[in-house]
């Protein structure tokens, strides 16, 4: 029998401060999250500075929690891995240090870990018979991208965007419709009650670039489709706006990912990141992998938004691969996939 592999996982690069412990890769034994959401909310969105300082705060209660319920010691622990990278800085640099002090005094590997690959790995978790190769939409609120995921641990990105990520076009659009913040799962609600053919919104395409994404072009559409409305007195109906504006953004991503699966000669779609959650993206999505004879997945709510289950995950696959840091790592805000 091969040795257990346990990791303990720490994540804080935006505003979640998560501590988990994976078993083997793909067994969660615990998976603690501690949101700054409702802190945030008061501004209407992240606060990099306020974001740091409760990381500070809660990063050594949600490690203890996490050692706790998986019922394990740091005597038990085989490696730390956290993420290093993309992210906010300041908030980064609150689990790099805590990561880096752990496996110092406790005589561990240490092991940064990119967010996106964490996102990606997610879906491993609840998915026991997903294997590499295929391919990834990663949709948060930092980030869209398009991925081949050719191995554990080895991502050829094929398409980005060139400007607002999905999620922040979700959060934009929510705000200037008077939902709020976050902004992405109270259109996913809203959009339920109203007509996605009511308003035609932009799906942009980006010459040359087929897997490239724009998401800029939609909130304007929206922002003027309101002004319009409010310069000839007519009514605003914001569940058409948000089902309308949900619905463009669902067409691009959907249609993209089928796209890449056929170009790549792969059978298999996988979506991971905050919007994710998203239930019309969801939906979508099943209906054409069913069509298309390409097998789905995607992870619970939970493994969506950000955690640390996830970046234990993706630690195990680059443990196993041997990847190992040094006491000089470092949070790197705009760390690119696949950069060491
Ligand atoms: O992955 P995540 O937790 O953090 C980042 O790494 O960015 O993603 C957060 C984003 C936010 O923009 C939020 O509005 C969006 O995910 N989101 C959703 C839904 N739930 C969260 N967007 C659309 N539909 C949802 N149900
Ligand atoms: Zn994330």
Known sequence: MSKEVLILAIESSCDETAAAVVRNGREVLSNIISSQIALHTLYGGVVPEIASRKHIEKCNQVIEEALKQANVSFADITAIGVTYGPGLVGALLVGVSEAKAIAYAARLPLIG???????????????????????????????THLVVVRDYGVYQIIGKTRDDAAGEAFDKV???????????????????????????????????????????????????????????????????????????????????????????KLDKI???????????????????????????????????TDNAAMIGVAAYYEYQKGTRHGW???????????ER
Do not use: W
């Open 113 to 143: 870990i990119h967010h996106i690959e964490g996102h990606i790995c997610a879906n491993f978790i609840e998915n026991k018979e997903l294997e590499p190769p295929f391919i990834c939409l990663v949709v948060s609120g930092g980030h």
């Open 174 to 264: 929510a705000r200037a419709i008077g939902l709020g913040y976050p902004g992405g799962p109270k259109i996913d609600k809203l959009a339920k009650e109203g007509n996605a053919n009511a308003i035609e919104f932009p799906r942009a395409h980006i010459e040359g670039s087929p897997y490239d994404f724009s998401f800029s072009g939609v909130k304007s559409a929206v922002l003027n489709h309101l002004n319009i409305c409010k310069m000839k007195g007519a009514e605003i109906n914001t569940a058409d706006i948000a089902a309308s504006f949900q619905a463009s953004i669902i067409e691009v991503l959907v249609s993209r990912a089928v796209q890449a699966a056929k170009e790549y």
């Open 328 to 338: 000089d790592l470092n949070a790197v805000p705009n760390l690119k996939l696949g």
């Open 270 to 304: 996988a979506i991971a990141g905050g919007v994710a959650s998203n239930s019309g993206l969801r939906e979508a999505m099943k209906q054409i992998c069913q069509q298309e004879g390409i097998a789905f997945y995607y992870p619970s709510p939970i493994y969506c």
